[in-house]
Structures are given as structure tokens and as C-alpha cells.
């Protein structure tokens, strides 16, 4: 499926074409991940259809605590989303999602992130590592690391390089990875919410260019 592109026509807002496999992975007019977090998350949302927009808007949110091992570990938010949500408006946010997940939270490229591995771990040398031994460990970095973006490992690796004066483990990384990203995969969860309040099937009847464009080009 192909969205419009090109100039917009009087009262027709101008789209960029749907992600393709071969497609840069981050739409620079959606998608800048140097902004900081809070305009990344007003950037993609304001990019969604107006449909999502608005149901993103009027769902409902909880906050209740989190416990782990050692007590209070901080608060935890819950999305719920509103009642009334169409098969077509649940199409729609499936196919969002999907777009979504293959460009700005695609999985880093497996050599890519093999080099930022091990280039980040050359910062931080350990004495009495061979070179096979320190690239086993890179590999298993790189298998502990691959669900995230590409972007994130960047900045992860970056600020570690700046903020630290010792070799950081792989726990450590997960989570630096896990709050960088956690705006767009919140986004991608109140998606899938909704994507999962009506069956896809059942979108068929509806139009189709409800569907049409689901990453707007922002001004």
C-alpha cells in the first residue's frame, strides 16, 4: 500500500510513503532521536492519524506502585483504552503499530551493533582478555542487546562514554536501553491496546482510506 505524497491538494494533508524493508528507519520528517524525549513522543504522536490522536487522548490512565526485591521500586502506568473503539480504528492502530515497529523500533542490524559493541567495550580495556574471549563477550552483549534500535544503542553507548569511568555490565546497558526508549514503546503498547479491542477481520468493510497515511509528514 502506498500512501500520497508529493504536494497536498487544497484541504489534503501532504503523507509520507509507508515504510518499505528498504526504507531509511527513521522518517526524518516523523522521527529525530536526538530531540529529547518528551518532543520525540509529541513528534510521533502528532503524526498519528487524527482517528488515533483522539483516542489516545480520551483513554485512561493508571499509576499504582511497583514492588520489587528490595520494597518500593518506583511507580508503574497502566493504559486503558476507551470504550466505543470501531474493527476500523483497531485496524488502523495495527497497522500504525506495525509501521512503527519497522522503522523507528526495528532491531539494530546484527553487524551494526556488534561494532558499537565492541567498540564501546574498547573504552574500557580489562587486562588478562584475549581478543577471542573479549569477542565472545561481544557477542553475547550483542545477543542481550538485539531487540533494541539501532538509535538507542547509539545513545546508549554515548552516554555511557560520558558519564562513566568503568566498563558497564550487560544489566546495566539493558537499562539505560529499556528509559531511552521508553516513550516510543509506550506509544507502541497503547497501540497494541488498542489494535486489540476489535478483531481486524471486521475492518475489511470499512473504508480504506481511513487506513491510508497512518505517519503524517509533520510541518
Known amino acids: 500500500m502506498t500512501a500520497r505524497s508529493g504536494r497536498a491538494s487544497s484541504g489534503t494533508a501532504t503523507v509520507t510513503p509507508l515504510p518499505r524493508p528498504h526504507a531509511p528507519a527513521f522518517p526524518a520528517a516523523v522521527f529525530d532521536p536526538d530531540l529529547p524525549a518528551l518532543q520525540r513522543r509529541i513528534r510521533l504522536t502528532a503524526a498519528l492519524p487524527p482517528p488515533l490522536q483522539e483516542l489516545l487522548a480520551q483513554g485512561r490512565t493508571d499509576r499504582r506502585p511497583r514492588f520489587g526485591e528490595d520494597g518500593f521500586d518506583g511507580m508503574i502506568e497502566q493504559w486503558f483504552p476507551p470504550s466505543g473503539v470501531t474493527p476500523a480504528q483497531a485496524a488502523l492502530a495495527r497497522q500504525t503499530l506495525e509501521e512503527l515497529s519497522a522503522s523507528v523500533l526495528a532491531p539494530a542490524d546484527s553487524d551494526r551493533l556488534l561494532g558499537r559493541i565492541l567498540t564501546l567495550l574498547s573504552h574500557f580495556p580489562v587486562k588478562g582478555v584475549s581478543p577471542e574471549?573479549?569477542?565472545?563477550?561481544?557477542?553475547?552483549?550483542?545477543?542481550?542487546?538485539g531487540e533494541y534500535p539501532a538509535w538507542v544503542?547509539?545513545?546508549?553507548?554515548?552516554?555511557?562514554?560520558?558519564?562513566?569511568?568503568?566498563?558497564?555490565s550487560i544489566a546495566e546497558?539493558?537499562?539505560?536501553?529499556?528509559?531511552?526508549c521508553a516513550p516510543e514503546r509506550a506509544l507502541a503498547d497503547r497501540l497494541q491496546a488498542l489494535a486489540d479491542t476489535a478483531p481486524g477481520e471486521a475492518a475489511a468493510s470499512e473504508p480504506r482510506a481511513l487506513a491510508t497515511g497512518a505517519l503524517r509528514r509533520m510541518g
Request: glycine share 0%.
Open 153 to 168: 544503542i547509539d545513545a546508549a553507548a554515548r552516554s555511557w562514554r560520558r558519564s562513566r569511568k568503568w566498563r558497564p
Open 133 to 145: 574471549v573479549e569477542r565472545m563477550m561481544a557477542l553475547d552483549w550483542a545477543d542481550d542487546l
Open 173 to 180: 546497558m539493558r537499562a539505560l536501553c529499556e528509559d531511552l
